[in-house]
């Protein structure tokens, strides 16, 4: 079964940090560009960042660069995002998302998302 | 910032046709995709590439794009058809963005 699933999220306070982690399954994950999308409460979907299957192309939006970093490991089929210096407009549930046809805005596999409470 | 502006809600009764549109400076030059998303679930790609549609999907969803807006178009909306759909798309950058989200209702 084609499977992706998050998993890291919890409450955390402000300035604090945080790693995401996404394990993929029932597809061949090193060959397909991976995304990171976020919903506050109440709010729209959010792009966060992207990732080519190599790694060697990393987009962000703009009010996390600086603070977080996407990655992959293609030999754990997983991918990553470490937030650091979280701020509590930071709050929402991540999905990952693979792009399986070779078109980056084609999102085809989504997680069910986890979720990010950044809070004193 | 890059931004896709949609209008924030859609109204529509069963059986007739609903329209979303997604304006964009830079749509002329990139594809534009939808995604639907239901109350409380992840989001499902509706159309690709401004007016593909993927298998699963059913034909009452299309898509067209001209200029700088690109439309995404129910015809015969059902009562399943009733969630928030945004536009996706990219700026010359290679940094993506969601348009602001239209929730349609079918009643």
């Known amino acids: 079964e084609v499977q992706l699933v998050e998993s890291g999220g919890g409450l955390v306070q402000p300035g604090g940090s945080l790693r995401l982690s996404c394990a993929a399954s029932?597809?061949?994950?090193?060959?397909?560009?991976m995304t990171w999308v976020r919903q506050a409460p109440g709010k729209g979907l959010e792009w966060v960042a992207n990732i080519k299957e190599d790694g060697g192309q990393k987009y962000y939006v703009d009010s996390v660069k600086g603070r977080f970093t996407i990655s992959r490991d293609n030999a754990k089929k997983s991918l990553y995002l470490q937030m650091n210096s979280l701020r509590a407009e930071d709050t929402a549930v991540y999905y990952c998302?693979?792009?399986?046809?070779?078109?980056?805005?084609?999102?085809?596999?989504w997680g069910k998302g986890t979720t990010v409470t950044v809070s004193s | 910032s890059y931004e896709l502006t949609q209008p924030p809600s859609v109204s529509v009764s069963p059986g007739q046709t609903a329209r979303i549109t997604c304006s964009g400076d830079a749509l002329p030059k990139k594809y534009a995709y939808w995604y639907q998303q239901r109350s409380g679930q992840a989001p499902v790609v509706v159309i690709y590439e401004d007016s593909k549609r993927p298998s699963g999907i059913p034909e009452r969803f299309s898509g067209s794009s001209s200029g700088t807006m690109a439309t995404l178009t129910i015809s015969g909306a059902q009562v399943d058809d009733e969630a928030d759909y945004y536009c996706?798309?990219?700026?010359?950058?290679?940094?993506?963005?969601f348009g602001t989200g239209t929730e349609v209702t079918v009643l």
């Open positions: 996706y798309s990219t700026d010359s950058s290679g940094n993506y963005v």
């Open positions: 029932g597809f061949t994950f090193s060959t397909f560009w």
């Open positions: 998302a693979s792009s399986r046809f070779n078109m980056v805005g084609y999102m085809d596999v």
